[in-house]
């Protein structure tokens, strides 16, 4: 079982940053894929980035690559996500998710879901 509380979210103007946190609770966190979904309103949730258990390998949907990282600390259970050149279309409620196998952007196969956090860009 894996608990994950997400922090960091805000109001910024476009071309700020933002650095988001997810702080997991349970045995098993080092072992878990991590990853950042969003959802706007109106719309699907979506996947953002993703992390593999031992931060070797990361994936990034092409609306964020090059803008956002994602890494991780397992000796604190966090996971993080670092968001420059914030565009006002990032606007959205940010999702940190767990799952036991490979990293996947499809969010049908995560068991674990934080409670999201705000992100409001203005232009």
């Known amino acids: 079982q894996v608990q994950l509380v997400e922090s960091g979210g805000g109001s910024v103007q476009a071309g700020g940053s933002l650095r988001l946190s997810c702080a997991a609770s349970?045995?098993?966190?080092?072992?878990?894929?991590m990853s950042w979904f969003r959802q706007a309103p109106g719309k699907e949730r979506e996947f953002v980035a993703a992390?593999?258990?031992?931060?070797?390998?990361?994936y990034y949907a092409d609306s964020v690559k090059g803008r956002f990282t994602i890494s991780r600390d397992n000796a604190k259970n966090t996971v993080y996500l670092q968001m420059n050149s914030l565009k006002p279309e990032d606007t959205a409620v940010y999702y940190c998710?767990?799952?036991?196998?490979?990293?996947?952007?499809?969010?049908?196969?995560?068991?674990?879901w934080g409670q999201g956090t705000q992100v409001t860009v203005s232009s």
């Open positions: 992390i593999s258990w031992s931060g070797g390998s990361t």
């Open positions: 998710a767990a799952d036991p196998g490979p990293i996947t952007t499809n969010k049908y196969e995560y068991d674990y």
């Open positions: 349970g045995r098993t966190f080092s072992t878990n894929t």
